[in-house]
């Protein structure tokens, strides 16, 4: 079930509080919550990991955007829309490139409108 932005970012600073490695997924999360995004996206965690998606319904249910920590300054991307993991999208980014990251992938499939002037 989808969790508010405001209760994701907490379990992310729960965790960076006591000591694990993820400021990365915090500094994301805080910004998704802050940004337009928010509200047109829907969230849940597994273990450590951020699962995305463009509906309110279970992650397992339909094609999803998962966003791992890899605990040395990066964050994994992968878009899990296909069983055949050769076949998924799949990107690496330092922690504080990780929102732009996101903002890429978001532009890339179409998920919002773009800011960016058309010409």
Same mark, same amino acid.
């Given at each position: 079930? +989808?969790?508010? !932005?405001?209760?994701?970012? $907490?379990?992310?600073? =729960?965790? @960076? ?16 919550? $802050?940004?337009? %995004? ?10 450590? =990991? #951020?699962?995305?998606?463009?509906? *309110? ?5 339909? +094609?999803? #955007?998962?966003?791992?920590? &890899?605990? *040395? ?5 992968? %878009? @899990? ?7 998924? !999208?799949?990107? @690496? $980014?330092? =922690?504080? =490139?990780?929102?732009? &990251? #996101?903002?890429?992938?978001? *532009? ?6 773009? *800011?960016?002037?058309?010409?």
């Amino acid at each position: 079930m +989808p969790k508010p !932005w405001k209760d994701i970012a $907490a379990f992310y600073r =729960d965790l @960076v509080s006591r000591g694990m490695p993820i400021q990365g997924m915090l500094h994301l999360t805080e910004q998704i919550e $802050a940004s337009r %995004y928010a509200r047109g996206i829907f969230a849940e965690t597994s273990m450590h =990991d #951020l699962c995305v998606m463009q509906t *309110d319904g279970a992650f397992w249910e339909g +094609p999803y #955007l998962r966003i791992s920590p &890899r605990f *040395d300054g990066t964050v994994e991307f992968r %878009y @899990v829309d296909t069983q055949l993991s050769a076949r998924q !999208w799949h990107r @690496v $980014a330092k =922690d504080e =490139d990780a929102f732009a &990251r #996101l903002i890429g992938f978001f *532009d890339q499939l179409h998920w919002f409108p773009s *800011d960016r002037p058309t010409s």
